[in-house]
């Protein structure tokens, strides 16, 4: 999916008019269940971007290290 910057406008400007919907430049409407959700959507939207214009650049991908414990923690 190629995410163009008016993507991430349309999803900044929804969150500072405090709109729960988003209509994209393909036609496409997106409706949100809250503004975090929007925040949350432009910021993947932002990262993705980021990638693309890295890896277009010649840049290598950036690497993401996910550490999970499932332990029992210390009294």
Known sequence: MAVSQADIDALTSAIANGEK??????G???QY????DLIAARDYLVRLKADEDATTAGQPRRRAVRLYHAGRGFR
């Open 21 to 26: 919907s988003v209509r994209f430049r393909d």
């Open 28 to 30: 496409r409407e997106v």
């Open 33 to 36: 269940h809250s503004p975090r």
